[in-house]
């Protein structure tokens, strides 16, 4: 596997996303609505995800 900056980010918003899916669909929102959701949300959750790594890295946490 990559360890770049956005490989990493990518397979956290990943991860992410299943998670959250599975959770939308287990308290009852469609499957149309929580793609579009999921959709609507991407951007936002991709920025975090980039966060997250910065300040993993920046503690010395990402591993090489």
Do not use: A, H, W
Request: proline share 2%; aromatic share 4%.
């Amino acid at each position: 596997m990559d360890k770049d900056r956005d490989s990493v980010v990518n397979l956290m918003t990943r991860v992410f996303q299943n998670g959250n899916k599975m959770m939308c669909i287990q308290s009852g929102m469609s499957e149309e609505e929580t793609e579009e959701k999921m959709g609507q949300s991407l951007p936002s959750i991709t920025y975090l995800m980039g966060l997250v790594f910065d300040k993993l890295d920046e503690n010395n946490l990402i591993v090489e």
